[in-house]
């Protein structure tokens, strides 16, 4: 059974970091890309950033570039999401989910929420 874990977030200032986390079980994990999502209220869930099994490949998408760095310890079967220079416009519950371009997946975690507020 996928189970994938979220956690990390919280309230920071414009400006300010937050490194999410990102724990899966249930599938081979070293064999698949990860990639972090985000829905803020109102909006459609967006794909923030993407990293290829072994580490090769990574897409960000354009709001972030230079600001959030993807990565991933396929010994732990983690993900992380290090995010600098947050913005409010960066609010939203964040998620992992296996592949690199679209959620493998139907099931998702329960998110992490990140609020940049002063």
């Known amino acids: 059974q996928v189970q994938l874990v979220e956690s990390g977030g919280g309230l920071v200032q414009p400006g300010g970091s937050l490194r999410l986390s990102c724990a899966a079980s249930?599938?081979?994990?070293?064999?698949?890309?990860m990639s972090w999502y985000r829905q803020a209220p109102g909006k459609e869930r967006e794909l923030v950033a993407g990293?290829?099994?072994?580490?090769?490949?990574?897409n960000y998408v354009e709001s972030v570039k230079g600001r959030f760095t993807i990565s991933r310890d396929n010994s732990k079967k983690l993900a992380y999401l290090q995010m600098n220079s947050l913005k409010s416009e960066d609010t939203a519950v964040y998620y992992c989910?296996?592949?690199?371009?679209?959620?493998?997946?139907?099931?998702w975690g329960q998110g992490t929420q990140v609020t940049v507020s002063s």
């Open positions: 989910n296996a592949g690199l371009l679209a959620p493998r997946f139907d099931s």
């Open positions: 249930g599938f081979s994990f070293s064999t698949y890309a």
């Open positions: 990293i290829s099994s072994l580490g090769r490949n990574i």
